[in-house]
């Protein structure tokens, strides 16, 4: 089964959605819609719901309300493979992968692509190849995944999605082991894609200097949509976050020709707290 054509119909298009376990309703009736082509950060404090949400966007959780569309079509009821083709996924945690190499993570990404026993070609190779040149691990085609740094790891899985050539990439706080340079690298990476990438983030400056577009979730419940100039106001880190903090343009702003929000915190509220007791 082919998706709809995309015309005007958003590519994600999340109605009426609430998920939860036993009694206890996680997230609660949330609509969203997000276009293709798009950089969408998700945000939202500590068991806000974002992973929960994203289990649902990648058809890892059925909901219990309300349903996931993509390109139109209710994801529960399009065939596993066409799934895959379409979304892929890269999360925190790299499970291990019994010592395959950096070329035979990445190959995996083929496999919705493929026919059972189809084997790979020499078009499916120079694919591979080309992908893991672009995410810069050539050195490390043969090396076993499990031995990779946690940014190299990162970096492979991206390879993996770049070869399945899905419309949607859905990343699960991809850089919270990263040290800074490859936070900045791994969505830097992420956005020269062509696809759509909704990621979640806690580091919100970080969010703010690559996202087109924001999302906050709170109790599990969608806050605000919008760009991260709108979205990122000091009203709202107050109201959501809890932090006191200014925002001001960041210092690129004039060369990326938009207003960037850039985020100062304030300390010393915990301080105050016990000077108090
Ligand atoms: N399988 C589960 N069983 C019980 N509770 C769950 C389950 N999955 C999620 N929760 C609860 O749902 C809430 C939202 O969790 P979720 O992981 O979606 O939040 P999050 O915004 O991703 O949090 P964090 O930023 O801390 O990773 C949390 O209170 C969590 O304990």
Known sequence: MQLKSQGTTPLISVSDLSWGIADKTILKSINLQLNAGQFIGLLGPNGAGKSSLLRCLYRYLKPQQGAVFLAGDNIWQISADEFAKNVAVVLQESPSQFNLSVFDVVSLGLTPHKTLFSATNADDKKRIYQAIE??????????????????????????????????????????????????????????????????????LNLAASVCDELLVIDEGQLITQGTPKEVLTEQLLSDVFGVCARVSAHPQSTSFDEFVPHITYYYGYNRQEHQDD
Do not use: C, N, W
């Open 134 to 203: 672009q995410v810069g691990l050539s050195h490390h085609t043969q090396q076993s995944f499990d031995s990779l740094s946690g940014g190299e790891k990162q970096r492979a899985l991206i390879a993996r999605s770049i070869v399945q050539q899905p419309k949607l990439l859905i990343m699960d706080e991809p850089t919270s082991h990263l040290d800074v340079k490859y936070q900045i690298q791994i969505m830097e990476l992420a956005k020269s894609l062509d696809v759509t990438v909704l990621a979640s983030f806690h580091d």
